[in-house]
């Protein structure tokens, strides 16, 4: 099995997900700035020109950082970051969606509206990066309302692939001149303690 992953948040969750796992792979780092993920023998693996991949031993690939952790998740069990009975497995895919959709997209909006080395993957509207960088705060306050039930994790008491998605969103709020906004204290704590977590590094 080998792990083709970059830069950037969606290599970032695979890293974190195996951390956290105690999993190592192999893995073959891809140079975006040599458009190694755009090169055809990559573009077999993944035809949308994107990290991060898995290969399987038997040539299976599987694409986007969600469903590798999924498949990952299989393999190792341990600790269950997709949830360990229904209840739990329903409540971190509710909120896996809602940190993905509500929160990571802000913020990867506003990076891919802006950044040139997104302006080949699709029309970028400056305007609309703007839109979303003035919604982000609200985002996270949000956020900070949900967790005023003393909740230490955002799917409930155990961490999970939802803390996960968080933090990726807070990270590339940092890279992109996002950070959790100041005065929202249930966030904020959530943040320390993510970042104090030994897989932020991964
Ligand atoms: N939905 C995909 C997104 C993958 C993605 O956008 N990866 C970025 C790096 S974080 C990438 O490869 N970008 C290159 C490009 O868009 O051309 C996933 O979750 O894996």
Not at 138 to 162: C, Q
């Amino acid at each position: 099995m080998k792990l083709y992953q970059s830069i950037g948040p969606n290599s970032y969750r695979v890293r974190i997900f195996m951390a956290e796992k105690g999993i190592e792979l192999p893995s073959v780092q891809i140079d975006f700035a040599r458009m190694e993920h755009k090169a055809p023998e990559f573009l077999k693996l993944n035809s949308l020109g994107q990290v991060p991949v898995l290969e399987l031993d038997d040539g299976t690939v599987i694409t986007e950082s969600i469903a590798i952790c999924r498949y990952l998740e299989a393999l190792h069990p341990e600790p269950p970051l997709f949830g360990a009975d229904a209840v739990s497995q329903g409540k971190i895919e509710m909120w896996n969606r809602r940190m993905e959709q509500e929160v990571f997209a802000t913020i990867g909006n506003v990076a891919l509206h802006t950044d040139p080395f997104f302006k080949e993957r699709l029309t970028q509207v400056p305007a609309f990066a703007e839109a979303q960088r003035a919604d982000v705060p609200r985002k996270w306050a949000w956020l900070d309302r949900e967790l005023a039930d003393g909740r230490p994790y955002i799917a409930g008491d155990a961490f999970s692939t939802a803390d996960i998605i968080g933090m990726v969103a807070s990270w590339l709020g940092d890279v992109f001149g996002m950070v959790i906004p100041d005065g929202l204290d249930n966030v904020g704590a959530w943040d320390r303690r993510m970042r104090a977590r030994p897989s932020w590094n991964a």
